[in-house]
């Protein structure tokens, strides 16, 4: 059965930082490109950040410099970095793993960024 569980979401001060984290379990997770989501009210989910599985990085514009997506093989996890963070980045933020033909989500994390 394959899970996804995400941790690390939270209230933070613009400028501040968090790291969220989405272990994944029941799959081979070196075969999947991994990447995070967000939605935020009112508003689509969009994409975050990818990895493929060789690494490959990809950023939304709104992001870049700011945010930074890793992977760990051998932990089975996909982490998302964030730094510099600003109100507009308030939403909740979705794992989502995948390969051509499937993917998979989690249940998404609460980020808020507030004074």
């Known amino acids: 059965q394959v899970q996804l569980v995400e941790s690390g979401g939270g209230l933070v001060q613009p400028g501040g930082s968090l790291r969220l984290s989405c272990a994944a379990s029941?799959?081979?997770?070196?075969?999947?490109?991994g990447g995070w989501y967000r939605q935020a009210p009112g508003k689509e989910r969009e994409l975050v950040a990818a990895?493929?599985?060789?690494?490959?990085?990809n950023y939304a514009d709104s992001v870049k410099g700011r945010f930074t997506i890793s992977r760990d093989n051998d932990k089975n996890t996909v982490n998302l970095e964030m730094n510099s963070l600003k109100p507009e980045d308030t939403a909740v933020y979705y794992c989502?793993?995948?390969?051509?033909?499937?993917?998979?989500w989690g249940q998404g994390t609460q980020v808020t960024v507030s004074s």
């Open positions: 989502n793993v995948r390969r051509p033909t499937i993917g998979y």
């Open positions: 029941g799959m081979r997770f070196s075969l999947y490109d």
């Open positions: 990895i493929t599985r060789g690494g490959t990085r």
